[in-house]
Nanobody, 123 residues
Framework: QVQLVESGGGSVQAGGSLRLSCAAS????????MGWFRQAPGKEREGVAA???????TYADSVKGRFTISRDNAKNTLYLEMNSLKSEDTAIYYC?????????????????WGQGTQVTVSS
C-alpha cells in the first residue's frame, strides 16, 4: 500500500526553524517526483518545493533561500528544512508524490498525498 506520513510540524516564533519529515511506504521516493505543498486557511493549496527523480530541485519564490527540500533514500523519507520562518508560512503542510519522475507546478500532477502537518508561526 502506497502511503505518505508527515511529521515535524508545530508552533514556532517568527525567525525560528522546523524540519518536516515525510515517510513513504509502498514505493521508493527516489523513483518519483516528490513535493511539499501548503494550504493556509481560506487559500488554495500551493507548491512549496519539489525534487525530481534525477535530483532537480525547485522552490516557490516565497521560500527560496529559507527552505531546503531533501530526501534520504536509505530511510525512504522526504524532508523540508524551514528556516527564518515568517507568520505567512503558517499553513498545513503536505507531502505528495508526483505521477512520474518529473515535477510540475500543478497540484493535479500529484496523486498520492499525506495527511498533512500543521505549522504555526507566531510573530
Amino acid at each position: 500500500q502506497v502511503q505518505l506520513v508527515e511529521s515535524g510540524g508545530g508552533s514556532v516564533q517568527a525567525g525560528g526553524s522546523l524540519r518536516l519529515s515525510c515517510a513513504a511506504s509502498g514505493y521508493t521516493v527516489s523513483t518519483y517526483c516528490m513535493g511539499w505543498f501548503r494550504q493556509a486557511p481560506g487559500k488554495e493549496r500551493e507548491g512549496v518545493a519539489a525534487i525530481e527523480r534525477i535530483g532537480i530541485i525547485t522552490y516557490a519564490d516565497s521560500v527560496k533561500g529559507r527552505f531546503t527540500i531533501s530526501r534520504d533514500n536509505a530511510k525512504n523519507t522526504l524532508y523540508l528544512e524551514m528556516n527564518s520562518l515568517k507568520s505567512e508560512d503558517t499553513a498545513i503542510y503536505y507531502c505528495a508524490r508526483g505521477t512520474g519522475a518529473s515535477c510540475y507546478t500543478s497540484r493535479f500532477r500529484y496523486n498520492v498525498w499525506g495527511q498533512g502537518t500543521q505549522v504555526t508561526v507566531s510573530s
